[in-house]
């Protein structure tokens, strides 16, 4: 029996598993250290080589996510049928396991955030100055273009013939629709990305060890099996951007909504 409890205690987390609720948890007494808020402007960034640095991440990142993702829905796209690719499966696995990766790869240099949607979510948290998520969003969207772009210029033919990977919301399904998708999507991912990245978690989850790629990963994984049937998920403003500038014609613009708010007269 002394045997059993001293596993136990092993394996137990240093914090009470009762946590206070109500006015008994309005306390000043934490057991994590809350980073400080990033000041809104910071041009002292500008002069910094890692801040320059993790732009060049993002927007290689970025132009991986899409050279690698674009290529693997045209694959499914040209088959036959489903069953002769990997099919909505497979480029789910593509667009979560690239995620994964790349965010393995770039965390350590920019965060790895390789989405404007999550760089928004971060600013308005105060994690990262105005400066630094401007020249992030820049940079993604440029990454992303760029990628949509050699996919293009490898197999144009191809590339136009498919679609080139643009979203649009399918028939049978409303624009409404494909905005709530869209909203719901982009929710699932920013929540992952700050529940698995926060403070609280890394102080009272210690024996849990988590790799905070996997997550974000999974979850984009998730989504994607869930509305590409629907928009062909975007829940990435650069990814979407990137491959209807590069495919520019009607179809790549309709649904984006943004972009149907000012002129824009695409090739037909």
Same mark, same amino acid.
């Given at each position: 029996?002394e045997g059993?409890e001293?596993?136990v205690?092993l394996g137990? #987390?240093?914090f009470?598993e009762?946590?206070?609720i ?8 934490k057991?994590?250290k809350e980073?400080?808020a990033?000041? !809104? ?7 910094s080589?890692?801040f320059w640095r ?7 990142a970025?132009f ?6 674009i290529l ?6 040209r088959s036959?049928s489903?069953c002769?690719? &990997?099919?909505i499966?497979?480029i789910?696995?593509?667009?979560? *396991?690239m995620?994964?990766?790349l965010?393995?790869c770039?965390?350590?240099?920019? *965060?790895?955030?390789?989405n404007?949607?999550?760089?928004f979510?971060?600013? !308005?948290a105060r994690?990262?100055s ?7 969003m ?5 990454g992303a273009?760029c990628?949509?772009? =050699? &996919?293009?210029?490898?197999?144009? *033919? ?5 679609l080139g ?6 028939p049978?399904?409303?624009?409404g ?10 929710? =699932?991912l &920013?929540?992952? =990305?700050f529940s698995?990245t926060d403070?609280?978690r ?6 849990v060890p ?6 974000i990963?999974?979850?984009?994984? !998730?989504v994607? !099996?869930?509305?590409i049937?629907?928009t062909?998920t *975007?829940?990435n ?5 990137g491959?209807?500038i590069?495919? #520019?014609?009607?179809r790549?613009w309709?649904?984006?909504?943004v ?6 007269k695409?090739r037909?």
């Amino acid at each position: 029996m002394e045997g059993k409890e001293e596993d136990v205690r092993l394996g137990a #987390n240093k914090f009470s598993e009762r946590q206070p609720i109500g006015t008994a948890a309005q306390t000043d007494d934490k057991d994590y250290k809350e980073p400080p808020a990033a000041p !809104l402007f910071e041009p002292g960034e500008l002069k910094s080589w890692s801040f320059w640095r993790a732009g060049i991440a993002e927007f290689m990142a970025t132009f991986l996510f899409l050279y690698i993702t674009i290529l693997t829905v045209m694959g499914v796209k040209r088959s036959s049928s489903m069953c002769a690719s &990997v099919g909505i499966q497979g480029i789910a696995w593509a667009f979560g *396991g690239m995620i994964f990766a790349l965010v393995y790869c770039t965390a350590g240099i920019s *965060g790895g955030h390789i989405n404007p949607a999550v760089t928004f979510g971060l600013l !308005l948290a105060r994690k990262l100055s105005l400066t630094r998520a401007i020249f992030y969003m820049i940079m993604q969207c440029l990454g992303a273009i760029c990628g949509a772009g =050699v &996919v293009k210029g490898f197999q144009k *033919g191809p590339y136009e013939r498919n679609l080139g990977g643009v979203n649009f919301v399918a028939p049978g399904y409303t624009k409404g629709d494909g905005l709530g998708a869209e909203i719901v999507g982009t929710f =699932v991912l &920013v929540y992952t =990305v700050f529940s698995a990245t926060d403070a609280k978690r890394n102080a009272r989850d210690s024996h849990v060890p988590i790799l905070a790629p996997l997550p974000i990963g999974f979850a984009v994984f !998730l989504v994607h !099996l869930a509305t590409i049937p629907i928009t062909g998920t *975007g829940i990435n403003p650069a990814r979407s951007l990137g491959a209807a500038i590069i495919f #520019n014609k009607h179809r790549g613009w309709e649904d984006h909504i943004v972009i149907r708010a000012i002129p824009f007269k695409a090739r037909s």
